[in-house]
C-alpha cells in the first residue's frame, strides 16, 4: 500500500516509521529542508513541499491509496495556523477529485473544538464551539476535509486530546509551572493521549477504512488539579498553588468521550494519564 504523510512532526514522523516498519511505501513532506536527512531512514521518499503549493502535493498524490495529514503551526497566530491547517486542507481537497487511487484521507485535529463546556461530557455529537479564531480556523479545515468525502473516498477526523510521550513527557511540558500560583481552583478538565495510541489509532483508522469524526482522548479525563498534584509529587517538586479569585483562563473545559472509537474496535494502550 501506497500512503503519504503530510506533515512530519512529531505524530507523523513516529507513524512513518511504523507504518515503514509494516511494509507500506511511504511518502512523507516536511516544509523544513534541514529535516529530509532525519527522515530519509524512515521512509521511501521525503519531500519538503508547503501546503500551498498544488503543483507539487498533486505529484505527492498519483498512486497513493491514503492520506495523512498531520501538519502543524510552528507560528501560533491566525495566519501561521490559516496557512498550517485550512490552507493545506483546501489544496489538498481540491486535488482529490482527480486523484481516484486515494481511497482515504486521515486528519488530525484537536479536542479543542468544544470549547468551554465547564467541565461537562462531550462526544462527536455535541455541537463544536470554538474559543478562539485558531479554533475556528481549525473547525473550517475539518469541515473541508469532510465536504469531500464521497462513495470512493472516507475522510477520518480525529480530534486529539494533548500530546505527550517518548521526548515530550508531561514533566517537560510542565515542569517550569512547579511552586508557581495559577488562577482558577484546578477542577478544569484535562484530556491528554499518548504517542502510542496516536499512532495506534490512526493506523486503525487506515485499516478498517474509518470515516467520520472521532475523539482520540484517554478514556478516563484527569483535572488539571490533580494532574499537577500527582506530577509534582513524583518529581518531588514543589506543588502549584491555586487562586480562586481568578478565573481559569483556559479557553476549553470538557470531558472528552473516547466511546465512539473504542465501539469501533480500538484498544487503547495508555487508558490513564502516565506521569
Known amino acids: 500500500m501506497n500512503v503519504?504523510?503530510?506533515?512530519?512532526?512529531?505524530?507523523?514522523?513516529?507513524?512513518?516509521?511504523?507504518?515503514?516498519?509494516q511494509g507500506l511505501t511511504v511518502t512523507a513532506t516536511t516544509t523544513t529542508p534541514a529535516r529530509i536527512s532525519e527522515l530519509a531512514p524512515l521512509v521511501d521518499r521525503a519531500?519538503?513541499?508547503?501546503?500551498?503549493?498544488?503543483?507539487?502535493?498533486?505529484?505527492?498524490?498519483?498512486h497513493q491509496q491514503v492520506v495523512l495529514l498531520s501538519v502543524g503551526a510552528a507560528d501560533r497566530s491566525a495566519s501561521g495556523y490559516e496557512e498550517a491547517y485550512l490552507t493545506t486542507a483546501e489544496t489538498l481537497a481540491a486535488l482529490l477529485p482527480q486523484h481516484p487511487t486515494v481511497q482515504q484521507v486521515i486528519y488530525t485535529s484537536s479536542y479543542a473544538l468544544y470549547g468551554d463546556h465547564r467541565g461537562g461530557?462531550?462526544?462527536e455529537e455535541t455541537a463544536i464551539a470554538p474559543a478562539n479564531p485558531n479554533?475556528?480556523?481549525?473547525?473550517?479545515?475539518?469541515?473541508?476535509?469532510?465536504?469531500s468525502q464521497s462513495d470512493r473516498l472516507k475522510v477520518c477526523v480525529l480530534r486529539l486530546g494533548g500530546i505527550y510521550g517518548p521526548g515530550r513527557e508531561l514533566i517537560k511540558i510542565f515542569g517550569r509551572a512547579a511552586g508557581t500560583t495559577r488562577p482558577g481552583d484546578g477542577t478544569d478538565a484535562s484530556n491528554?493521549?499518548?504517542?502510542?495510541?496516536i499512532v495506534g489509532a490512526i493506523d486503525?483508522?487506515?485499516?478498517h477504512q474509518l470515516s467520520g469524526i472521532y475523539n482520540l482522548v484517554q478514556t478516563e479525563p484527569t483535572t488539571t488539579g490533580d494532574l499537577f498534584d500527582r506530577l509534582f509529587q513524583q518529581h518531588q517538586l514543589d506543588p502549584i498553588q491555586w487562586d480562586a479569585s481568578q478565573t481559569s483562563n483556559r479557553p476549553y473545559n470538557a470531558r472528552v468521550s473516547n466511546q465512539k472509537l473504542r465501539d469501533a474496535g480500538y484498544q487503547f494502550q495508555h487508558p490513564v494519564l502516565e506521569y
Not at 486503525?204 to 485499516?207: G, I, W
Open 135 to 147: 479554533g475556528e480556523i481549525l473547525a473550517a479545515a475539518e469541515q473541508v476535509l469532510l465536504d
Open 192 to 197: 491528554w493521549v499518548h504517542l502510542d495510541d
Open 204 to 207: 486503525f483508522a487506515r485499516v
Open 121 to 123: 461530557w462531550v462526544t
Open 4 to 21: 503519504t504523510i503530510i506533515g512530519c512532526g512529531y505524530v507523523g514522523t513516529a507513524v512513518a516509521r511504523h507504518w515503514q516498519q
Open 47 to 62: 519531500v519538503v513541499v508547503k501546503g500551498n503549493d498544488a503543483a507539487n502535493l498533486e505529484a505527492l498524490l498519483t
